[in-house]
């Protein structure tokens, strides 16, 4: 079992920064692929950043050279560094790890960009 609490959003400009963290715990986090999702309202979850328990990442082409996920294994978090905020970032931002069949999910952080 994992559980996953997600921080770090809030209210920022349009152009600006924010940081998420997800924190785990209760199992072997650094074998679990990580990903951030996100899902904005009248819209369907979207899958925003992955990184795998090699280290890999991957990026949605929104938000590509804008945002960068990574992992401190042992802190048992990972972190989404967003940047050059728009608008359309306004989401609620959900952590999910991830191992096989098994998808863990955390209660979500709310990012709203607006002036």
């Known amino acids: 079992q994992v559980q996953l609490v997600e921080s770090g959003g809030g209210l920022v400009q349009p152009g600006g920064s924010l940081r998420l963290s997800c924190a785990a715990s209760g199992s072997i986090f650094d074998i679990y692929t990580m990903n951030w999702y996100r899902q904005a309202p009248g819209k369907q979850r979207e899958l925003v950043a992955t990184?795998?328990?090699?280290?890999?990442?991957n990026y949605a082409d929104s938000v590509k050279g804008r945002f960068t996920i990574s992992r401190d294994n042992a802190k048992n978090t990972v972190y989404l560094q967003m940047g050059s905020l728009k608008p359309e970032d306004t989401a609620i931002y959900y952590c999910n790890a991830k191992l096989a069949i098994i998808n863990y999910w955390g209660q979500g952080t709310q990012v709203t960009v607006s002036s």
């Open positions: 990184i795998t328990s090699s280290s890999s990442t």
